[in-house]
């Protein structure tokens, strides 16, 4: 299993050497260099041709491009133009509260999905199922936004049971019971938004798991030796199905990635799809090709840990 | 399509009647699922009224500002579904929305839909060195965090036009297509009839062309119609964060972006809920009708 995973390691690094090859190849299109943030109407433009110089931005493309991934590996990403402040500090703050939404938001998806998916499976063709498979069904079909503006305006306009933008009250003082409170209170609606769209894949999948499961040798030798149904659900057929779901949470995470610019402008929370659509805004590019190579990286991450929590549940799919 | 049914042995025909092909496969689908028809019969009329409905609109008389008019209610001042914040028309705009973001989005699957057929099926024909570097290219365009390149490429290209548009999101949605179209034909090339075609000499091209794409055709219009829905929900979203369509062509989306005004969005439903309900019509019944397609594609799954 080692071998598979160290296997699976070494296929990224050639996708994340292409991937940095065709952001540096776009970052050249984009007017601007790290400099734009610094210049004002008093700089003299012979300094900026300095610092341009002492930056190599006149060197050659393919030292540009080692000192570009040298940099980066190094924790330097250049200056946001607009924040005035480093591109790792600006990405560590927003990304720390994108962290925090996502985990909130995987909680809730798995939350919702397991029950969902084991009594649609349990009760195939019931009322229930029919409904919770029209419930998968919505949630698949419809668009990030339209449930987001539709959540917000249901639930934090006219209901008023959740806040419509931020991430904590003001008033509440650091540290206290009610200042946790309302980050979590915050963090809330979003994360049922993103929970919401996230729990189609694991519904249908734990379904139709379950559905499978039901014919299987070891549920008739369960059921022969006098096991009642309900312990069959729960100790057998279960377990059994529920170990590929954890391998949908490589999935979940890149697409609370692609989801979360909508969600991020709709909900005004400050975390990190928020700050590349203001970033293209305000045509910041530093922080854009940071984020897209960021954003590239978790979503080969992403995959990676499908692939690895895939093949140490079921071995039959080991890459050889 | 009748190819299909022939060629497969692995089909199995309902013993009682004679066997169905082609089209009446998918016909009886429609016709033993209601809500699959009435899904058909919504978007024929959305997609159809849309179309033939908006060369009748006045695009310049309709976005003119008035300010007497300013967030009208549904029904006021002659206003069936009310007007915006400039005071136009929110019905006329959302004809006109509708059939911009359609037509797109068929613009889209088409394009997206060549591309991916053409690569799919060399690279799965030939297999090899070509199968070997078109896939690298499709596994590449996979790992790319879509959404945010087309975004840079919209606000960097200059004279930035629904031409561009269209062929940006097309240069990065055909993979999908590309690999399931692969991974068939290559079980298809090695069926008989692809032998015995080579062995009478007809050449590669006309074997792809004539011999495997229609008896892809099933998979591949189920394949289509879920793009379909997927652009439709991708430009209109795009749109809707502003980096969609042109001003000049107005999106379902763009509509939908009046909701960023918090006070739109608070008190003056009407003017985005529209647009937004219509979205989520056409996905859910485009989805749905790709669901009943997929079940004809597949004589296990039909309930017709």
């Given at each position: 299993?080692?071998?598979?995973i160290?296997?699976?390691?070494l296929?990224m690094?050639?996708?994340?050497f292409?991937?940095?090859?065709?952001?540096?190849?776009l970052?050249?299109?984009?007017?601007g260099?790290?400099f734009?943030?610094?210049i004002?109407?008093?700089?003299?433009?012979?300094r900026?041709?300095e610092?341009?110089?002492?930056a190599g931005?006149?060197?050659p493309?393919?030292?540009?491009?080692?000192?570009?991934?040298?940099n980066?590996?190094?924790g330097?990403f250049?200056?946001?133009?607009?924040?005035?402040?480093s591109?790792?500090?600006?990405?560590g703050?927003?990304?720390l509260?994108?962290?925090?939404?996502?985990?909130?938001?995987?909680?809730?998806?798995?939350?919702?999905a397991i029950?969902?998916?084991v009594i649609?499976?349990?009760y195939?063709?019931?009322l229930k199922d029919?409904t919770?498979?029209?419930?998968?069904?919505?949630?698949y079909?419809?668009?990030?936004?339209?449930?987001?503006?539709?959540?917000?305006?249901?639930f934090?306009?006219?209901?008023?049971?959740f806040?419509t933008?931020g991430t904590?009250d003001?008033?509440?003082?650091?540290?206290?019971?009610?200042y946790?409170w309302?980050?979590?209170?915050?963090?809330?609606?979003p994360?049922?938004?993103?929970?919401v769209?996230g729990?189609t894949?694991?519904i249908?999948y734990?379904?139709?798991?379950i559905?499978?499961a039901?014919?299987?040798?070891?549920?008739?030798?369960?059921?022969?030796?006098?096991i009642?149904?309900?312990?069959?659900?729960?100790r057998?057929i279960?377990r059994n199905?529920l170990?590929?779901i954890?391998a949908f949470?490589?999935?979940?995470?890149t697409?609370?990635?692609?989801?979360?610019f909508?969600?991020?402008?709709?909900?005004g929370?400050?975390?990190?799809?928020?700050l590349?659509?203001?970033?293209?805004?305000?045509r910041?590019?530093s922080?854009?090709?940071?984020?897209?190579?960021l954003?590239g990286?978790?979503t080969?991450?992403?995959?990676l840990l499908?692939d690895?929590?895939?093949?140490?549940?079921?071995?039959r799919?080991?890459?050889? | 399509?009748?190819k299909?049914l022939?060629k497969?042995?692995d089909?199995?025909?309902e013993?009682?009647s004679?066997p169905?092909?082609?089209?009446?496969?998918?016909?009886?689908?429609?016709k033993?699922?209601?809500?699959?028809?009435f899904s058909?019969?919504?978007?024929?009329?959305?997609?159809f009224?849309?179309?033939?409905w908006?060369?009748?609109?006045?695009?310049?008389?309709l976005?003119?500002?008035?300010?007497?008019?300013e967030f009208?209610?549904?029904?006021e001042?002659g206003?069936?579904l009310?007007?915006d914040?400039?005071?136009?028309d929110?019905?006329?705009?959302l004809?006109?929305?509708?059939r911009n973001?359609?037509?797109?989005?068929i613009?889209?699957?088409?394009?997206?839909?060549i591309?991916?057929?053409?690569?799919g099926?060399?690279?799965?024909?030939?297999?090899?060195?070509?199968?070997?570097?078109?896939?690298?290219l499709v596994d590449?365009?996979?790992?790319?965090p879509?959404?945010?390149?087309?975004?840079?490429?919209?606000?960097i290209?200059p004279?930035?036009?629904v031409?561009?548009?269209v062929l940006?999101?097309s240069?990065f949605?055909w993979v999908?297509?590309?690999?399931?179209?692969?991974s068939?034909?290559?079980?298809?090339?090695?069926?008989?009839?692809?032998n015995?075609?080579?062995?009478?000499?007809?050449s590669d091209?006309?074997?792809?062309?004539?011999?495997?794409?229609p008896n892809?055709?099933?998979?591949?219009?189920?394949?289509?119609t879920?793009?379909?829905?997927?652009?439709?929900?991708?430009e209109?979203?795009?749109?809707?964060?502003?980096f969609?369509?042109p001003?000049?062509t107005?999106?379902?989306?763009?509509?939908?972006s009046s909701?960023?005004?918090?006070?739109v969005?608070?008190e003056?439903w009407?003017?985005?809920?529209p647009?937004s309900m219509l979205i989520?019509v056409?996905?859910?019944g485009?989805?749905y009708?790709?669901?009943?397609l997929?079940?004809?594609a597949?004589?296990?799954q039909?309930?017709g």
């Open positions: 299993m080692w071998k598979t160290a296997r699976r390691f296929i690094i050639p996708q994340l292409v991937l940095s090859i065709f952001i540096f190849i970052a050249q299109f984009m007017p260099d790290p734009s943030g610094l004002t109407p008093q700089t003299d433009p012979n900026i041709e610092l341009r110089e002492l931005l006149n060197d493309v393919y030292v540009q491009y080692w000192n570009w991934i040298v980066m590996f190094q330097d250049g200056d946001s133009y607009t924040f005035k402040v591109v790792a500090s600006l990405i703050d927003r990304g509260n994108t962290l925090w939404l996502s985990l909130l938001s995987v909680f809730l998806v798995y939350l919702i029950p969902l998916g649609a499976g349990r195939q063709n019931s029919k919770i498979v029209l419930y998968s069904f919505i949630s079909a419809i668009p990030t936004f339209v449930l987001g503006l539709i959540f917000v305006y249901v934090g306009y006219k209901l008023q049971w806040p933008s904590k003001v008033e509440e003082k650091a540290g206290t019971l009610g946790y309302s980050i979590i209170y915050h963090l809330l609606l994360a049922i938004t993103y929970a769209l729990t894949a694991i249908q734990l379904r139709s798991e559905i499978d039901q014919l299987q040798d070891y549920v008739k030798t369960a059921r022969s030796k006098g009642p149904m309900k312990k069959v659900y729960s057998h279960f199905s170990l590929p954890a949470l490589g999935f979940t995470i697409g609370l990635l692609g989801g979360s909508f969600i991020e402008t709709i909900f929370y400050p975390g990190m799809g928020k590349f659509i203001d970033s293209i805004m305000a910041d590019y922080v854009i090709t940071t984020l897209i190579m954003y990286f978790l080969l991450l992403g995959s499908s690895i929590i895939l093949s140490i549940v079921d071995p799919i080991r890459i050889e | 399509m009748e299909v022939e497969s042995p089909r199995e025909v013993a009682s004679l169905v092909t082609g089209w009446r496969v998918i016909w009886r689908e429609f033993k699922d209601k809500l699959a028809m058909l019969l919504i978007l024929f009329v959305i997609i009224g849309s179309i033939i908006a060369p009748f609109i006045n695009q310049e008389e976005m003119k500002i008035s300010l007497l008019d009208a209610r549904p029904g001042n206003f069936i009310g007007a914040q400039g005071g136009s929110v019905l006329g705009q004809v006109i929305g509708a973001s359609l037509i797109i989005a613009a889209i699957t088409i394009i997206t839909g591309l991916g057929i053409g690569v099926i060399l690279a799965g024909y030939y297999g090899g060195i070509v199968d070997n570097i078109l896939m690298r590449f365009v996979m790992t790319l879509t959404m945010m390149i087309v975004i840079v490429f919209v606000t290209i004279k930035y036009n031409t561009s548009f940006i999101l240069a949605m999908g297509t590309a690999r399931l179209v692969r068939k034909t290559l079980s298809e090339s090695k069926r008989d009839y692809v015995a075609s080579k062995t009478m000499g007809t091209f006309a074997i792809m062309l004539k011999g495997i794409v892809l055709s099933s998979i591949l219009i189920v394949e289509m879920l793009n379909f829905a997927g652009n439709v929900g991708i209109t979203g795009l749109s809707f964060l502003g969609g369509l001003e000049s107005p999106s379902l989306g763009t509509l939908v909701a960023f005004n918090q006070t969005l608070a003056k009407w003017v985005w809920l647009a989520l056409l996905m859910l485009i989805n009708v790709g669901q009943a997929r079940r004809s597949d004589a296990k039909r309930i």
